[in-house]
């Protein structure tokens, strides 16, 4: 394909056309992303890591950086697979599977890369990988890239502001968590139903950002 | 015999949601009505029928090496034939389920159960396994759904039953975010409680 064609159909928004950059949109998706619909408090994407890796902080940053990085690249190949493959073939019903067949095999292709070329990062986000490719976020933002048709600018945007939201939420509940291991806790509530609780609580929280556009 | 206990462990004893909380994602995303929780329910209950088949059935094929993404192609295909049955017979309930169909791919409980039991059980043992886990998801979701329909809107599977006046001044956190949160902690804390009492068996 012409390098030209190529850029230009990256960076057109597929649907509407727009091939401007619209930094009051760019804005509403970073904030919306983030805070009003936080993908694990607004809208239940990623729970598993979110109480598995949320009890210490250092591993809750390393999991949310991975899951950042992950976002990005699935977001970059997801996008790409869809609109460069799926939709000229005609062959978008098979986004669900090309979808996760991309995610699982970045996944595999991440860590071989990192454990090469970076121990000192591979062993700080090394186990977490593994553990990414069922994350349903990462997923999630993928098929929402889609189905929202965002142009692969807003699509990267859209996917790294998911991914800060993810650590943020993560980050506070691995602080909120740290402070629950001396709380006193009715022994019926310990562990599991009380860290719901918590992200209830946060979850209301986060409600309040509801007003702030998007 | 022990078709009969594969089957019936997963309602209650080893509850994917209620014991082993799994399959989180979608249980609290979904609840909002008791039709979404069937609806949902339902396609879980076949993909995960399908799959522990499929991988029972070739649970001597596949090699060890490359099964994660075996599993994961065959989950897939179920999940895009779901996707596309549901949006051709039941548009309105996959407008409402939205992006929680095709992430029934990355359920914990279907890949789990492949890997946890259908790829070293025989086929029919697979299938009752998935019966039961099927079953046993779908009455978690239909319970926090009906705390969270009745709280949230007064009504349970679209039936008006607490009244108007209710109505109009609902406990309308119980069907946003929050509420799913709150009310599966204490749901979790009363079975713990429950487990308590059945004594120190275990």
Known sequence: ?214 | MSLVKDFTKGIYRENPVFRLVLGMCPFLAVTTSVENALGMGAAATFVLICSNFLVSLFRNIIPSKVRIPCYIVIIATFVTLVDMVMNAYLPDLHRSLGIFIPLIVVNCIILGRAEGFANRNPVLNSIADAVGMGIGFTMAMVVLASFRELLGNGTWLNFNVLGSAYQNQPLLIAILAPGAFILLSFILGFFNILEKRKGGRQ
């Open chain 1, 1 to 214: 394909m012409n390098p030209t064609v190529l850029l230009s159909a990256l960076l057109a928004t597929p649907d509407s056309g727009s091939q401007g950059f619209d930094l009051g949109k760019m804005m509403a998706i970073i904030i919306a992303s983030i805070f009003v619909n936080n993908f694990v408090l607004a809208r239940f994407l990623g729970i598993c890591p979110f109480l598995g890796v949320s009890k210490e902080l250092d591993s809750a940053i390393g999991m949310g950086a991975a899951v950042i990085f992950v976002m990005t690249l699935a977001t970059l190949g997801s996008w790409a697979a869809y609109h460069l493959l799926l939709v000229p073939m005609g062959l978008t019903y098979l986004s669900t599977i090309a979808f996760i067949l991309i995610i699982a095999s970045l996944v595999q292709l991440v860590e071989m890369i990192l454990q090469k070329f970076s121990p000192a990062l591979y062993s700080a986000l090394g186990i977490f990988l593994p553990l990414i490719t069922t994350n349903c976020a990462i997923l999630g933002v993928a098929v929402l890239n889609i189905d929202e048709k965002y142009s692969l600018g807003y699509s990267l945007v859209n996917a790294i502001a998911a991914g800060i939201g993810f650590t943020l939420a993560l980050i506070l509940m691995a602080g909120l968590r740290q402070r629950l291991e001396l709380a006193d806790v009715p022994p019926a509530m310990k562990g599991k139903p009380v860290a719901f609780l918590v992200a209830g609580i946060m979850s209301i929280a986060f409600l309040g950002f509801a007003g702030l556009g998007g």
